[in-house]
């Protein structure tokens, strides 16, 4: 009988630790669908023209720093604006986002990821942003999902073939 007690205890051990390791995955797995879901969201605004569904992925009081320029959440409500203004306009607007490369760890409310971009942002036949770099993004978790509190992406600056110095990092001494 002791043996018996013993084997379910183990047993119900197990199902709660795999559970629970499960639960994990899932989290970081919610948040790596949170970082795609809003970059396919982004893309798809010059087709939707909805910024609520491209910014609801991200917290009120959202933020982000990218190479040492601060943008907040109105900000990149009021791009999506200027975007939106000419597409009415009848100005070919696009917008491609790629991730890549994302790790995300979870620690209760809070989340964590790592990934690699490549955005491209054009009206016309002017390209207003191109680039590729790294971001390390902050979530926070609201009900049952997460939301991305702030980012911190630094663009991978571009090699000259004249200068291959150029978009090499700086060697201190």
């Not at 995955?25 to 909805?50: H, M, S």
Request: hydrophobic share 35%.
């Amino acid at each position: 009988m002791k043996k018996l007690i013993a084997l379910f205890y183990m047993v119900f051990f197990i199902i709660i630790l795999t559970s629970s390791l499960a639960e994990a995955g899932t989290e970081e797995d919610a948040i790596k669908k949170n970082i795609k879901d809003a970059a396919r969201a982004l893309t798809d605004f010059p087709k939707t023209r909805d910024a609520q569904s491209a910014l609801k992925f991200y917290a009120n009081d959202y933020f982000t720093i990218s190479d040492g320029q601060v943008e907040t959440l109105k900000q990149a409500e009021d791009n999506l604006a200027y975007l939106k203004e000419q597409i009415n306009l009848g100005n070919r607007v696009g917008i491609s986002m790629q991730i890549s490369n994302i790790k995300a760890e979870t620690s209760g409310a809070i989340g964590w990821a790592t990934y690699d971009y490549t955005t491209k942002i054009w009206v016309g036949r002017d390209v207003l942003v191109e680039e590729q770099g790294k971001c390390t993004a902050i979530h926070r978790k609201k009900g049952s999902g997460w939301l991305i509190q702030h980012e911190h992406c630094s663009a991978i600056p571009e090699e000259d073939e004249d200068h291959p110095e150029k978009g090499q990092p700086e060697r201190t001494i």
